[in-house]
């Protein structure tokens, strides 16, 4: 099973960017979608950001024109660079990869993003 590490969280005023990074064991093939979810304190996880083959990306709406997914070439990481970052973006950052050829689907540990002056 693929063991996904995430990184790049932190504290950062309103207004600020963070560049988050989450890196595979493995190199996961294009086929597999991989996936960014947060959850905030007293609330469920939700989705964030997903790409898949073809460069495929979706996010949700409260995250687009703000936050963008990008994947390596060799694709072995998925990113999320945040911009204009919100107060009501604090949360557990988490990756999240689709099932396929490899392995099982499979979750990271997450990374703190705090939005606060």
């Known amino acids: 099973q693929v063991q996904l590490v995430e990184s790049g969280g932190g504290l950062v005023q309103p207004g600020g960017s963070l560049r988050l990074t989450c890196e595979a064991s493995?190199?996961?093939?294009?086929?597999?979608?991989m996936h960014w979810y947060r959850q905030a304190p007293g609330k469920e996880r939700e989705f964030v950001a997903a790409i898949g083959s073809a460069h495929y990306t979706s996010y949700a709406d409260s995250v687009k024109g703000r936050l963008t997914i990008s994947r390596d070439n060799a694709p072995n990481a998925v990113y999320l660079a945040m911009d204009d970052l919100r107060p009501e973006d604090t949360a557990v950052y988490y990756c999240w990869v689709a099932p396929g050829t490899g392995g099982p689907a499979s979750w990271g540990r997450g990374t703190q993003v705090t939005v606060s002056s």
């Open positions: 493995i190199s996961i093939p294009i086929s597999r979608p």
